[in-house]
């Protein structure tokens, strides 16, 4: 998440929040249960992600800020609600703008 979240960077974040599109996230890897990363809210459900693709009712876009470096949606594909663990709440990072 370079710039934005470095490396050891102590966050807070809340569960029981529901994300929305331009938040900061934590979420569970999909293929290393206990690994953690966090993530920006690209397109939440029912949001169109493209031209064309709509998110399903339980599906979540995102991606890390660093993007030719992440691994993200853009890997593992859309991320279930189940999968996030909370909303980072500290430090409070600015959105990013949306296209």
Known sequence: MLPTVRPGALLAALRGIRPRRGAVVVVEHPERRGYLMVKRVEAGPMDEAMPGWVLGP??????????????????????????????????????????
């Open 58 to 99: 339980d599906e979540w876009l995102l991606v890390g800020d660093n993007r030719p470096a992440s691994t993200d949606s853009r890997s593992f594909g859309t991320f279930p609600s189940s999968a996030i663990l909370g909303v980072v709440v500290w430090p409070r990072h600015p959105r990013r703008p949306t296209s």
